[in-house]
């Protein structure tokens, strides 16, 4: 195996930089940290263009390793360090390309997130809807990275198993009409239906922002909005929490 | 107003320490960010101790902060950021005294924690307690300090409204079952219950550790396990994601 033991390779200097949107943006690609969403990325099929491991990694993975032996480097301890944004760093960080296949929309079950910010949120979304078994995740503009490393921890993979699109959510919506799936909206809103009187179907679900939640533009377009009723004294729900009461409701 | 302008003044060294759980507990006291929070503690009659507040948040804030004249500090932005844990501090942080109230374990709606270990799925776990209107929250040995800056932060001052109980589980389950609450544990495991077929009801949902669920010893003393189905290709859900499908399952 190649070995690379200076922080200052230029490799190391390059793939550094995938820590800003800008140069995943231009390189089509990501990193990828831990063993377990690695082999979520193999296991899918995923383009992985370069793997960087500790010798304890070597040793722990090594049958997995060998598929990948002309692209994988043995670096030290400090050099992962150095790629991870975790106090502890995993033994095994990979180059992962962004997945280039054109995903289409079709009938079924969608979650739609105007503006999400939080990569937590945004990741602990697309890890529900994986697990309530939607059909996708539609990322509306302004919402968080779904390659940033945050959201791709609180993923735990999942963008491995259901298609993520980014698209513009009125265009969105238009689509969805047209295929005639309900489109549900989410507001703080009294005046909004009671979420658990509407029948339960394959829907879209249309969740917003932390601070200002979904935009009125959108929650204009929707067939339904809906509401969780808040019984105590606080003022609103996590984003995560609320989509996870909602997407279990319409699928259990 | 007294003014604090250098970030060596011993009071400001000694408030640095609250950042660490041992001397919170030694002090009794911790730090908590933000107007809307410290307007929280306000409200809810907790004993505010010091404030400190920059020259913009004494102008945003001025009558709010006269009741509050003879404990005020005008410090500066940097002796804000030196105390905040935030890229932008919020200009104004508090030192509030621990909640010193004996809290009562009464017959009604609870959830209970074992071994909660993120900071920010122990706080939105209280706060989706408090939305869904729930008695209390239960903290077993191992999870999360509540008044951590980021449980604080992602409770958004729920723990001014609902008891938060730290309390060994197996002495709670012990009180609760006296009291003839249900409890049910929450497992990763399709021969528990599906959730969605035990009656809505008052009850105690036990949830658990991020990697390890529940200890085995709780789950055999609980009145029914449940478990969320996973229809999809994910492994688990997020605990503060399963906590509020559950505390809204059984309240709606």
């Not at 991870?84 to 054109?102: L, W």
């Not at 005639?180 to 339960?200: H, M, R, W």
């Amino acid at each position: 195996m190649k070995e690379i033991q200076s922080n200052k390779n230029p490799l190391i200097k390059t793939l550094k930089k995938l820590h800003q949107k800008k140069y995943r943006d231009q390189q089509n690609q990501y990193l990828l940290e831990g063993f377990h969403l690695v082999e979520e990325a193999h296991k899918s099929g995923a383009e992985i263009q370069i793997i960087l491991v500790s010798e304890r990694g070597q040793k722990e993975w090594g049958n997995f390793l060998t598929d990948y032996e002309s692209i994988c480097y043995l670096v030290s301890e400090s050099i992962l360090k150095e790629l991870s944004d975790q106090p502890t760093p995993q033994g095994i960080i990979a180059v992962v390309a962004k997945d280039k296949r054109q995903q289409q929309l079709k009938k079924g079950a969608w979650i739609l997130l105007d503006r999400v910010q939080d990569p937590g949120n945004v990741g602990t979304i697309i890890r529900t809807a994986d697990a309530a078994g939607y059909d996708g995740v539609i990322l509306g503009d302004g919402s968080a990275d779904i390659y940033s490393t945050k959201v791709l921890r609180s993923m735990q993979g999942s963008n491995f198993h259901l298609p993520v699109i980014t698209m513009n959510l009125v265009v969105a919506i238009h689509e969805l009409k047209k295929m005639a799936v309900p489109i549900y909206g989410t507001e703080l809103n009294k005046a909004a239906k009671q979420f658990d009187k509407v029948p339960k179907t394959n829907a879209a679900i249309l969740v917003g922002n932390e601070g200002q939640g979904v935009s009125k533009e959108l929650l204009a377009l929707t067939d339904q909005n809906l509401y969780i009723p808040i019984f105590g004294q606080a003022e609103s729900l996590n984003v995560g929490v609320a989509a996870g009461i909602l997407l279990y409701y319409f699928k259990v």
